[in-house]
Every structure is written in C-alpha cells, then in structure tokens.
C-alpha cells in the first residue's frame, strides 16, 4: 500500500486528509491560545515524524464544524522519510477524529491550493421528524418534508461562471464574486437528501447559503424561480438563513491529469449509507 522507499528531504509531498471538524475552530491555524483548528492537530503531528517544525497548505479551508473526506494538503519535508512513515507515524500522533489516507511525492510546482481545478462539496441533511442522535454532528437536520425535485429544479440555475454575491458571506475576502460552478445536483436516499456542488472555487459560505436557499425551496417556503431573483439581484441580505455547519463536507479535490495522486473513493460512508 505504501512505498518503503525513503522520500528525499526537501520533497514536496501531498497527502489526503480526512476529518470530522465537530471539535475544532475550522481548518486554520488561529493565533489566540486555546483555539484548537485541524491544521494545528496535522502540523504537531507531522513535526513528531520530521523531529522539527512542519507547515502544511490545504486545498479548502473549512469553517468551524465542517468535515472534509478528502482535504488535500501539501508540505516540503523537511528530512527523510517514507511515504509510509508519514501516513502511519503521523496517524499515531493525531486524534481520531483526523486521519492521513495516503502520502506521495509531487512536484516543486504543486500546490493543493492553487493547483486544484474544482473542489467537490456534499450537504447532507435528515430529513426526519425527529433529529437522530447518532448523526448529531455529520448532518444537519430539517423537520418539514423536502420537496428534493423542486431543490433539484432550482439548483441547475446556479450552473456556470456567475456573480454569486447574493450566497457570499460579508466577510468574504475574496476579491470577486464570480464562480463557475459545474455540477449541481440534489438527491434523496431515504431520509437523507444530499446536495453535491463542484466549482472552481467557493466563496466564503457559498454552499452553505446555496443550501439555505434551496432548504427554503424545499419546504414550500420559497418558489422555484425565488433563486433566479435571488441571483440576478446580487443581494446577500435577500436571501435566507446560512445553514448549518454540521452537514458539509469536502468531499474532493480534482487536479490536472499530470498530476499522479490516488483518487479519491466515492463518499463518504456514513452508518452504511453512501453519501
């Protein structure tokens, strides 16, 4: 599964990530004392393996409570080691909530960042009358029945390079509104309806404010059409509430086809029930 042979000091690797962000303030490093974030957790841990300092970069920084299946990251190692002793080193000094998949060499010029051509984003919500107990923290929970093929219907008009002002949070930093969004889909299994959403890039809670909105078609709340308006009106204050952190994940990452990383299984897998 993992190579033996040693990878070089000074070699860029890259690495699939996998966590539940219940217990931590997002994904990045905070300055303030006792604000525990996943990349601080990654980056103690693989300093463990290097036996000196380590700085990590992700491909999506998550807010507070979301999960990720499959946050890339990448890191110039600073000694030799095996791919092996990053994954299973690196997993022995993390919590059990993060979990390293696999480690590979890549290029000076990879960037999980900037290298990434489109992120893949999943919103799951239990749709039940009753919130479960052991989904607490992995989904988000909507009482009134969700009308997933008026959901379905809405989302395809978020398709394309657009101005998504009106799901962009107001402390969005970033220095346009426009995204191209590629795929959107809504499907139902069982009492789980999952939003998938692929683009080029987010803004910040623009999937979580895409769901808001289409919870709000889906229980009557608000027409089909309201997301055209929406949209065309590039106005955040129109919209509704942002949903819930529990039910996102980053689900994956695609980069250009020269680049050999594993793929990424299709999930995750929760309680037997493929998201």
Not at 169 to 183: F, G, K, L, T, Y
Not at 232 to 246: F, I, N
Not at 256 to 263: A, K
Request: charged fraction near 20%; include cysteine.
């Amino acid at each position: 599964m993992f190579s033996p042979d040693l990878i070089g000091a000074e070699t860029r690797v890259a690495c699939r990530v996998e966590y539940d962000g219940s217990a931590y303030n997002g994904w990045q490093l905070q300055p303030h004392e006792g604000v525990v974030t996943v990349q601080e957790k990654l980056e103690l841990a693989l300093s463990q393996i290097a036996a000196q300092p380590v700085r990590v970069h992700c491909a999506g920084r998550t807010d507070t409570g979301v999960h990720a299946f499959s946050q890339i990251i990448h890191f110039d190692a600073p000694v030799a080691r095996s791919c092996k002793a990053w994954v299973v080193g690196g997993n022995a000094n993390l919590p059990r909530d993060i979990r390293i998949h696999w480690s590979v060499p890549v290029t000076d010029d990879f960037h999980a960042r900037f290298s990434a051509e489109s992120r893949c984003y999943r919103y799951v919500i239990a749709n039940t009358p009753i919130r479960s107990a052991l989904l607490l923290n992995q989904v988000t929970w909507h009482r009134r029945q969700l009308d997933q093929l008026a959901m379905h219907t809405a989302a395809q008009t978020l398709l394309g390079e657009r101005d998504f002002s009106a799901f962009r949070a107001a402390s969005c930093q970033s220095a346009s509104p426009m995204r191209n969004v590629e795929h959107i889909d809504v499907q139902r299994r069982g009492d789980l309806l999952i939003i998938e959403i692929v683009a080029n890039a987010f803004l910040h809670h623009m999937v979580r404010n895409i769901a808001g909105a289409l919870l709000a078609v889906g229980d009557g709340r608000k027409s089909v059409d309201w997301i055209v308006r929406l949209m065309a009106g590039r106005d955040r204050s129109l919209g509704v509430e942002t949903a819930p952190a529990s039910g996102l994940y980053l689900a994956d990452v695609q980069y250009p086809n020269h680049r050999t990383l594993p793929r990424t299984p299709y999930g995750p897998m929760l309680l037997g029930t493929m998201l």
